[in-house]
């Protein structure tokens, strides 16, 4: 496979649509086992999510919902510092079983801005899947219950994460050239 160049960066391929593929199908089955009669619903968020979320609910074989919701960041007061909430957010958690679904924890900043909004709702239990982590530039106590791939701290783009606004449609993941 070749680099692409998208704007003014060029990008090398990095993970494979077969290796994304096979590693998706192992993490839907242990999805599969988690939550059997459990109905657990996904929430995926927007933009960079639904290439993944839409792959990993296509292989779960047991009962269970997925939404999307967008999330808007803004500065809160002193007291209640950065507020991440979520636009679209109509379904009841009350009870249920949540899987937040993200493109990348990279710092963890946003999800755990964001999760306390979906503890508020009092769902029965609340795990995150994302599709990459990337450990070394975790700041925030937040932690993937379900991860596709661990990668080092360099930005990626493909299979729904972009870069300013090009690359989504990739199916296979590239890294940024040094
Ligand atoms: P965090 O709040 O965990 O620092 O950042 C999460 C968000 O930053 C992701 O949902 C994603 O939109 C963006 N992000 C972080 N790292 C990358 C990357 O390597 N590539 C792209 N395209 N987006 C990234």
Redesign the pocket.
């Given at each position: 496979m070749a680099d692409v160049l998208i704007h003014d960066k060029v990008f090398t391929p990095f993970i494979s649509r077969e290796i994304i593929r096979q590693r998706i199908l192992s993490l839907a089955g242990k999805i599969n086992h988690d939550y059997a009669g459990k109905n657990p619903l996904m929430i995926g968020?927007l933009n960079?999510s639904f290439i993944f979320a839409a792959d990993l609910f296509r292989e779960l074989a047991i009962e269970s919902e997925i939404s999307f919701i967008k999330l808007a960041s803004y500065k809160g007061t002193s007291t209640t510092g950065h507020v991440v909430t979520a636009i679209g957010m109509e379904e009841n958690l009350h009870g249920r079983h949540i899987i937040i679904v993200?493109?990348?924890?990279?710092?963890?900043?946003?999800?755990s801005a964001f999760l306390p909004e979906i503890h508020q709702r009092q769902p029965a239990s609340v795990k995150i899947a994302t599709f990459l982590t990337?450990p070394d530039?975790l700041k925030f106590d937040v932690k993937a219950d379900y991860c596709c791939f661990e990668i080092e701290n360099?930005?990626?783009?493909g299979y729904g994460?972009?870069?300013d606004g090009l690359g989504r449609n990739f199916p296979d993941l590239y890294i940024l050239k040094s």
């Open positions: 968020i960079g993200e493109d990348i924890v990279d710092t963890g900043k946003t999800l990337k530039a360099k930005f990626v783009v994460l972009d870069y």
